[in-house]
């Protein structure tokens, strides 16, 4: 397997420190032939692919900014804004699946509708936006 899984290092950190809610995934974790590179916090991986620390959900979760010639910037928030009703910051819920305090939730939740609004982002793709996916290109269709 050649493939690098990129993870920011706090998510490692706690993935491979034996937390309990990420126990039952541990022997996947721990699968030989993973290579980790873990890194902190905005990171551009390759050209136009940024990758930015969003914890809130979990600790060292991350988001995904990629900046396409055709379509713009599109930001996949993943589940630091799991459905579009939560993307203000100052209303967003919380669930009894966020593991971090509620600032950290709020300030991820901001991070990614500020970088929005900075990189002018043509989409926001939301983690678990049922509303939003059929309005979402599918294979054979892409984003260029």
Do not use: C
């Amino acid at each position: 397997m050649q493939a690098e899984v990129i993870i920011q290092r706090r998510h490692h950190d706690i993935a491979k420190g034996g937390h309990p809610r990420l126990a039952a995934n541990r022997a996947i974790w721990d699968h030989p032939a993973l290579r980790y590179r873990p890194v902190e916090g905005y990171v551009e991986i390759a050209p136009g692919v940024t990758l930015l620390e969003t914890s809130g959900h979990v600790p060292g979760h991350q988001s995904v900014l990629v900046r396409l010639a055709g379509t713009g910037p599109v930001l996949l928030a993943a589940d630091a804004v799991m459905h579009h009703s939560m993307a203000d910051a100052a209303t967003r819920p919380m669930f009894i699946t966020d593991m971090d305090d509620e600032d950290s939730i709020r300030a991820s939740t901001r991070k990614i509708s500020e970088t929005a609004a900075r990189e002018g982002a043509a989409l926001v793709v939301y983690g678990h936006d049922a509303d939003q996916w059929p309005s979402l290109r599918r294979a054979p269709e892409f984003y260029e």
